[in-house]
């Protein structure tokens, strides 16, 4: 497959076939994790492709330059697994790094012709598609799903709560409920899709 080289939206390597790829050194992980960047870049990830990878650079054996409990290090890493539905691969070097985006290249198979909004797997129980659902507002996660669903019960009392209501939540700051009232409220614009 062709290589292009070109600023990316989101992550560090599109590999075409419905792959984003975000490439961190231990010591950069760290550092989103205490800026707060990780989570924001998972879920653009999440948003725009089929499969998000992390792809992690270094020795983890090697103490990090960065101030950074292993307990926090380990737990942003499980979040990403588990919480996000993100894959998490350890690379040696920058050469192991290209070596693997080659590999999931090859294994994943050519170009797909359309990539889903909402990529990945699909719930089965009611609550756990009620929260998949909230997740697809901007700036909402796994947490603030719950916390969504805890306060209002339904999906349709989140989509017809205002702004005000929606800021009584935990996590959702005046931002985030504008974002999602605009997303709600405003009617869909039609566009050629290829």
Known sequence: ????????PVGD???????IVERKTLDDFALSII????????QRMKQRAETAVLVLEGNPAQPLSVDLHPH???????????????SVIFSESVE???????????KHGPLKKSVSIRPGRRPKKLSARQLYVLQGLPSV???VA??????????ERVINASA???IEVAGVGNKTADKIREVVSEPAVSENRT
């Open 1 to 8: 497959m062709p290589v292009f080289e070109s600023r990316l």
């Open 13 to 19: 390597y599109w590999l075409g076939s419905g792959i």
């Open 35 to 42: 800026d707060g960047r990780l989570f924001r870049q998972i």
């Open 72 to 86: 926090a290090f380990k737990g942003g890493i499980l979040s990403v697994a588990l919480d996000w539905e993100t």
């Open 96 to 106: 192991d790094t290209a070596l693997l985006l080659w590999l999931m290249q090859e």
């Open 141 to 143: 996660g796994p947490t």
């Open 146 to 155: 719950g916390r969504l669903l805890d306060h209002f019960s339904t999906i």
């Open 164 to 166: 005000d209501q929606l």
